[in-house]
């Protein structure tokens, strides 16, 4: 390598993969976008280059010979085109420049390929604040959230699946000596082992978290030696692009191939996800988005797939200490990025009988009312409101909200009319909340995402507990929240919710939220159950990305 | 735990351990089966404990209230019934009972689990002899691959399996405080994590390795929590009906319900694989036999499955110092058992050109000539023919053998004859070999189970790479031996061969051979070919097996 990126980098790699095996707070690249960290003018250099690309084409991939050049992204909060266009390359080539570059990362040392990517992700730290507002700009998050999950919560998943990565491709000796004692003679054999990579990977973006759902998958891939066509969702590609961009730009200056990892934009009037993902040269495949889309990448036949689909998040009200704390963290779980987050709560379970609040019963209607007025409150606080909400996605899901009362059952709050005093234009949407009986199933079963809540009134917390672990079995959960002050209830929460493969957080109130998971400690995802069948990061996301293959021979002499 | 089992067993836990990393030679149970280890009257014994299960009801299982008895169980050295009567229980039974289990098993913590299991391979080993007379009289086994198949082997395997899962579910904390600094304020999480098991397993043996094929994913599901139901080959019962037996006493003895381990042996009248299969309770499948029923086994769909299905075996011979001894080698790889076993080469390829033996050039008949003689010369000898080939399992494969002139090409040695002077009425079958052509693809592309060796005559050892490379991706692969002197075509084959997922032995003569794999060193199937898509045993043939699941809680006051 051009500069000794492994020694440079080693720190860095093994103080992540402790981290990894403590599980105690760790961050490599700081969540705050101060500019004691970034620097004095690193905010405004990010807007002004951001809007520079406005209107222009992309050109910083190395990725040679673009059939024609596209983009069909909007910002939410213009509602107007961006207008960057992005070359485009067909599925073929694509794929043959994929295969030409395996054979030579492949042969790349792991810890050489965890260098290259750790510093790939130096050079992403240098840009947080321009993926930042091309962030926004796709996505409708709003700037901190923007900056925060694209730029260091992003950087720091990637870094955990190239630790991860790292570690396990060198958890078994290169080589070693086998000596058989026989009796009257040693048998003896040199052996030695390869880490083998599968082969060309896809790594299928989502349009809500255009790096985060994105770089897990690509640098799981990238360092157990595949390489990598990241295919975006054709309406959030400008962040990942710009992660892309940088990855080839070290690839080539370490004298590699840049088509080691390509982007792969659609064009306007071709779609190329399915051409890709069917072609048999393609392994492995990092797929984030909707059910059906995952139920269909999950049948393909002859490949590694690792999804993050849809799920249906319970939170569980059984008994609390202090209900206006609990109501205040519950609403903004649910305004947070106007719920477009995986993780988001939808079902409330609450026992008609009402919780236990400090000893004292408060009756079922108060507990609603005061979800409702927390919600309310929050949406209407000028200071909070805009910078949690953000912007809508998709204007799909403005829809499904103000249709939110073909559900059925009792309407809570159903105004979702909102308006961002920075963006005029913004496509926006607050929390609507609506009631429905534990007996109406069919209502709640499946995910409605967007900013909907829906308040489940159940018998007692024992049927609460049956239905949010019957429906993270079956329609799948990234998340569950419960409110307990008994110790034998959160028992049984965690004994059920774990047979549903649903990681519970209890009792949280103040600063921190159901919906937010922390690289290097909060496994994202468990796989065990139908919301996704990979977890970032646990040993099975990379392991299945490479082959053990051993070779051996009688030693000479 | 009546006894303190954690205690008596965690050192040699700790062992396999670091035996799985060391991957140097280890082997806690003995492979010899000298009366200085297993005590003098060990094989007397044994032989009496199997002959006096001939005709009896096997009543040693904990499995209560039989719906009925049952037994097909044929000797090959004896051509007729063992007539040993199994308890029969229909699906809906066995699951049940399962499921119950289940919630009793999982709760036991990962240590005391393998600490209870590593218990009941003590007890296994005391009744070794017993086994291999068992295996002998179903599969067809000579006595000394019996013992050390069945036996010790077999254990040391399922010890591999034990300490990987015990490794993999203690290798995140139990439970850390969360610290994060937010500048005024530090937020505080207790954090704990449980590896929840995935459920019912079935583990489906095969009629040749009764133990050795069913223990690997039998220990590897009850290590980490899962009950099991083990369903043998209907032909090959008995030897894993004692280790069953053995694991129930064990759980037993330790307060535990003996149903996390149940034997399921199919009615004479009622085959109940599928049934067991396909039940959705049923989350995890180890299978291991013919390709056909596995890639049943593999399209069934919410279960996680392990597969050894068929390969095709290699052998590339392009430079050899001494020809005599490569073929003697060779000569014993395809007699041993008889050929039936996975990792038996089938398929030769030789240059036409011939092949360098010490810096001379040996023409391609001579080569060929060397090896049938090699053949005829082993099976002739009669202090070796008949340890090493041993009976036949399956009618249908003398059959296969004997109709092995319908392959096409030329035939090299046809007479399969081979009588055993030990056991008047075995069914027996020694090698046959025939001669094809490399472009006549199809003649060797397929598994032909048996002692058949196909001699492919390539235009050179470049195209014998390719097609042992093309066969093992295409059809699968188990082992490939290959002789070269040349460390240029060894770097080569090593390449394409790790590529297509199969391990290579290089210039094998003496005492070792392609066919053997050691515990804690060799993997055993690597799971990147279509010859099974799991391995003995790597990380992922146990973390499959279970899921990470978090819970978080703020740290009060």
Same mark, same amino acid.
């Not at 321009?130 to 926004?136: D, L, Q, V």
């Not at 349009?207 to 998958?217: E, L």
């Not at 590699?256 to 190329?272: G, K, S």
């Given at each position: 390598?051009?500069?000794?990126? *492994? ?14 095996? +403590? ?16 620097? +004095? ?18 050109? +910083? ?10 983009? &069909? ?44 990517? /750790? ?5 992403? %730290? ?22 925060? *999950?694209? $730029? ?10 190239? *630790? ?29 082992? %390869?880490?083998?990579?599968?082969? #060309? ?23 157990? $030696? ?16 710009? #992660?892309?961009?940088?990855? &080839?730009? /070290? ?10 990892? =390509?982007?792969?934009?659609? *064009? ?9 993902? +069917?072609?048999?040269?393609? %392994? ?15 049948? !393909? ?26 109501? &205040?963290?519950?609403?903004?779980? #649910?305004?947070?990025?106007?719920? =477009?987050?995986?993780?988001?709560? =939808? ?5 008609? %009988?009402?919780?236990?609040? $400090? ?7 108060? #507990?609603?009312?005061? !979800?409702?007025?927390? /919600? ?86 024992? =049927?609460?507990?049956? !239905? ?20 034998? /209830? ?19 109130? $103040?600063?921190?939220?159901?919906? &937010? ?41």
């Amino acid at each position: 390598m051009a500069i000794n990126l *492994a020694d440079k980098h080693q720190t860095t790699l093994d103080t992540a993969v402790r981290a990894l095996h +403590e599980r105690t707070f760790f961050a490599h690249y700081p969540e705050n976008p101060t500019p004691e960290v970034y620097g +004095e003018n690193a905010d405004k250099e990010g807007r002004e280059k951001y809007t520079s690309r406005l209107n222009n084409k992309f050109e +910083e991939l190395l990725q040679e010979n673009p059939e024609s050049w596209t983009g &069909q992204e909007d910002s939410p909060y213009e509602q107007q085109p961006l207008g960057v266009k992005y070359p485009f390359f067909s599925p073929e080539t694509l794929i043959s420049r994929s295969e030409e570059a395996f054979h030579q990362w492949r042969k790349v040392k792991p810890a050489d390929r965890a260098a290259i990517l /750790v510093e790939s992700l130096e050079r992403m %730290k240098t840009r947080f604040f321009e993926i930042a507002y091309a962030t926004m700009h796709t996505t409708g998050q709003a700037y901190m959230m923007s900056f925060q *999950a694209s $730029g260091p919560h992003a950087a720091d998943r990637a870094l955990e699946a190239i *630790a991860s990565g790292y570690e396990e491709m060198t958890r078994f000796p290169e080589s070693t000596e086998w000596e058989k004692p026989m009796g009257k003679y040693n048998l003896k054999l040199n052996k030695s082992w %390869k880490a083998v990579p599968k082969g #060309v990977a896809l790594v299928i973006g989502c349009s809500t978290f255009p790096t985060w759902n994105t770089v897990p998958g690509m640098y799981a891939s990238l360092v157990t $030696g595949n390489p990598v066509i990241v295919k975006p969702h054709p309406k959030a590609v400008l962040p990942i692009a710009i #992660v892309v961009a940088e990855v &080839q730009k /070290v690839l080539a200056e370490n004298g590699l191939n840049p088509n080691i990892c =390509q982007l792969a934009v659609d *064009a306007e009037d071709r779609l190329i996800t399915k051409e890709l993902a +069917e072609n048999p040269k393609v %392994k492995l495949i990092d797929y984030t988005g909707g059910t059906e889309f995952g139920n269909y990448i999950e049948s !393909l036949k002859g490949k590694t797939v690792f999804t993050e689909k849809a799920g249906v998040n319970s939170i569980i009200l059984d008994s609390v200490d202090d209900l206006d704390k609990v109501a &205040q963290n519950l609403a903004f779980s #649910v305004s947070l990025y106007s719920g =477009q987050m995986c993780t988001a709560p =939808q079902n409330f379970f609450i026992p008609e %009988k009402g919780i236990k609040v $400090g000893g004292e019963t408060v009756p079922y209607e108060e #507990v609603v009312q005061k !979800l409702a007025d927390a /919600v309310t409150g929050l949406v209407n606080n000028p200071k909070a409101g805009p910078h949690i909400l953000g912007a809508i996605q998709n204007p799909a899901t403005t829809e499904r909200v103000k249709g939110a009362s073909t559900i059925g059952g009792n309407a809570v709050l159903t105004t979702c009319d909102f308006s961002n005093p920075m963006f005029a234009n913004a496509r926006t949407c607050s929390p609507v909340i609506y009631e429905v009986d534990a007996s109406n199933k069919e209502s709640y079963s499946r995910e409605l995402f967007g900013p909907i809540m829906l308040i489940i009134k159940t018998k007692d917390t024992d =049927q609460s507990i049956e !239905l949010a672990s019957d429906m993270a079995r079956e329609h799948g959960a990234i998340s569950c929240g419960a409110y307990t002050t008994d110790p034998a /209830v959160k028992e049984k929460i965690m004994d059920e919710m774990s047979l549903a493969g649903t990681p519970v957080s209890f009792n949280l109130t $103040g600063g921190i939220f159901v919906n &937010q998971n922390a690289s290097f400690s909060d496994f994202h995802v468990t796989g065990g159950n139908p919301a996704g069948n990979a977890s970032f990061t646990n040993p099975e996301f990379v392991i299945k990305r490479f082959t053990w293959v051993g070779f051996r021979e009688p030693v000479v002499g």
